[in-house]
T-cell receptor
Framework: DVKVTQSSRYLVKRTGEKVFLECVQD?????MFWYRQDPGLGLRLIYF???????EKGDIPEGYSVSREKKERFSLILESASTNQTSMYLC????????????FGDGTRLSIL | DQQVKQNSPSLSVQEGRISILNCDYT??????FLWYKKYPAEGPTFLIS?????DKNEDGRFTVFLNKSAKHLSLHIVPSQPGDSAVYFC????????????FGQGTTLQVKP
């Protein structure tokens, strides 16, 4: 079974802090993704990566950056956290090839105070 | 511009009956459609997918129907069980190999015993 592990289930940070969310997958997938989930808005793509050191902006990249130094690890960085970044953050990997699904971690509930 | 829409935020059905979840899309270039289920405090899990060249795919109690002319797909769950109570997301994939998905807003299904 594919395992996608997010480093924290719950996180509380303060406005202006730099926040790191870590994600590790064990299936040697090329593609990795970061989403945020908000009520009534579904899952919105922040950034994705299709190879080590490669990244592309998703639909809502503002205020975020990412890092992919190793194939198994994809980090999401909030450069200067703001209250409107309070959300559920979901990491996924996979999806390469016809119909192949993405596999998700359990999410990080991030609160910015 | 919401390319994938789930217009019903919630649905309630009786145990043993059929649940029908709907999804509309606007982009005729999508080549795969997927359904995910999400329980609270967990990541989404892949349920079933369908290629744009098919009109039906079945897996146990779950069947997905695709109507390309109407740009509409639906997920049928028969018979519905209380354990099916969750948020259901439909997602669409474009023809690139990045595996990038576009998600709908989600529909919360409640199956009453």
């Amino acid at each position: 079974d594919v395992k996608v592990t997010q480093s924290s289930r719950y996180l509380v940070k303060r406005t202006g802090e730099k926040v790191f969310l870590e994600c590790v997958q064990d299936m040697d997938h090329e593609n990795m993704f970061w989403y945020r989930q908000d009520p009534g808005l579904g899952l919105r793509l922040i950034y994705f990566s299709y190879d080590v050191k490669m990244k592309e902006k998703g639909d809502i990249p503002e205020g975020y950056s990412v890092s992919r130094e190793k194939k198994e690890r994809f980090s999401l960085i909030l450069e200067s956290a703001s209250t409107n970044q309070t959300s559920m953050y979901l990491c996924a990997s996979g999806g390469y090839g016809e119909g192949q699904p993405q596999h998700f971690g359990d999410g990080t509930r991030l609160s910015i105070l | 511009d919401q390319q994938v829409k789930q217009n019903s935020p919630s649905l309630s059905v009786q145990e043993g009956r059929i649940s029908i979840l709907n999804c509309d899309y606007t982009n005729s270039m999508f080549d795969y459609f997927l359904w995910y289920k999400k329980y609270p405090a967990e990541g989404p899990t892949f349920l079933i997918s369908i290629s744009s060249i098919k009109d039906k795919n079945e897996d146990g109690r779950f069947t997905v129907f695709l109507n390309k002319s109407a740009k509409h797909l639906s997920l049928h769950i028969v018979p519905s069980q209380p354990g099916d109570s969750a948020v259901y997301f439909c997602a669409a994939k474009g023809s690139s190999n990045t595996g990038k998905l576009i998600f709908g807003q989600g529909t919360t299904l409640q199956v009453k015993p």
